[in-house]
């Protein structure tokens, strides 16, 4: 169980330093199905892992890849609704939880295929930054929504937000890698705070999963800086459909 989690961590990292989200998405059924973690306990240790290893990746774009303000935003803005989406999570049949969850790979996996500009989004100005005054909204809502599936389905939401960031507000895909991992640490902390009533992990695997998931987050993340985006996102794609068709076929079985 222990290689098991140490070689699934590092596939995890590695998403996360290259393309700023995915590791999050592949982390629950990795748990579940490869590790052998029943859901209730997968979900909280997810949370670990991602907030961790995004907290390492994020460190080689401390100073020139992240909007600050715009992490905190989106990212306090989902602390509410992770409690809501933790208490729905707590109503819900596992197999419900894992259809769902396949549902939002498919959608990611499909728009990841899609070409996408890496500025001029409706938020974007001409020079370059944010226009505030009609982006908070949006910046908001992402949040909202990104925030509660946090909750949910323990997700740090990275595989949602570079998306968001690029599409909904314009910025720089340099720039957005580094602020969806910030806004995944604060989304991943306030996601495990409103599991802590009711917690329980396996200690040995979570250690084990999150060393591995933080030192290949932080190579990957030297890494990534070099690769094309294009193939990077393709390539992740097609691992998000082929885990998706695997989690739909176990929740049918199962």
């Given at each position: 169980?222990?290689?098991?989690?140490?070689?699934?961590?590092?596939?995890?990292?590695?998403?996360?330093?290259?393309?700023?989200?995915?590791?999050?998405?592949?982390?629950?059924?990795?748990?579940?199905?490869?590790?052998?973690?029943?859901?209730?306990?997968?979900?909280?240790?997810?949370?670990?892992?991602?907030?961790?290893?995004?907290?390492?990746?994020?460190?080689?774009?401390?100073?020139?890849?992240?909007?600050?303000?715009?992490?905190?935003?989106?990212?306090?803005?989902?602390?509410?609704?992770?409690?809501?989406?933790?208490?729905?999570?707590?109503?819900?049949?596992?197999?419900?939880?894992?259809?769902?969850?396949?549902?939002?790979?498919?959608?990611?996996?499909?728009?990841?295929?899609?070409?996408?500009?890496?500025?001029?989004?409706?938020?974007?100005?001409?020079?370059?930054?944010?226009?505030?005054?009609?982006c908070l909204p949006r910046a908001l809502a992402t949040g909202a929504v990104v925030g509660f599936l946090t909750g949910l389905l323990g997700v740090g939401g990275g595989f949602l937000i570079v998306p968001a960031l690029t599409l909904v507000l314009g910025l720089p895909m340099g720039v957005t890698v580094g602020t969806s991992l910030v806004?995944?640490?604060?989304?991943?902390?306030?996601?495990?705070?409103?599991?802590?009533?009711?917690?329980?992990?396996?200690?040995?695997?979570?250690?084990?999963?999150?060393?591995?998931?933080?030192?290949?987050?932080?190579?990957?993340?030297?890494?990534?800086?070099?690769?094309?985006?294009?193939?990077?996102?393709?390539?992740?794609?097609?691992?998000?459909?082929?885990?998706?068709?695997?989690?739909?076929?176990?929740?049918?079985?199962?």
């Amino acid at each position: 169980m222990i290689v098991t989690a140490l070689i699934l961590g590092l596939i995890v990292g590695a998403l996360l330093g290259l393309v700023g989200g995915g590791g999050s998405i592949l982390a629950v059924p990795a748990l579940v199905y490869g590790v052998g973690l029943p859901l209730s306990e997968a979900i909280p240790t997810s949370l670990i892992v991602v907030g961790a290893a995004s907290a390492v990746a994020v460190l080689p774009r401390l100073r020139r890849g992240v909007n600050w303000r715009l992490a905190v935003i989106v990212g306090a803005a989902g602390v509410a609704t992770a409690y809501l989406g933790t208490m729905v999570n707590r109503m819900l049949d596992q197999r419900v939880l894992l259809g769902a969850f396949a549902v939002i790979m498919i959608i990611a996996g499909v728009r990841m295929f899609l070409p996408t500009k890496s500025t001029g989004g409706p938020c974007a100005l001409p020079g370059g930054g944010v226009n505030w005054r009609s982006c908070l909204p949006r910046a908001l809502a992402t949040g909202a929504v990104v925030g509660f599936l946090t909750g949910l389905l323990g997700v740090g939401g990275g595989f949602l937000i570079v998306p968001a960031l690029t599409l909904v507000l314009g910025l720089p895909m340099g720039v957005t890698v580094g602020t969806s991992l910030v806004i995944i640490v604060i989304n991943s902390v306030a996601g495990f705070a409103a599991h802590l009533g009711d917690v329980q992990l396996d200690w040995a695997v979570t250690v084990a999963f999150s060393a591995a998931a933080m030192g290949a987050s932080l190579v990957a993340g030297r890494l990534g800086r070099g690769l094309s985006d294009t193939a990077l996102k393709r390539g992740f794609a097609l691992l998000v459909l082929a885990v998706a068709a695997y989690v739909v076929a176990q929740a049918l079985i199962g």
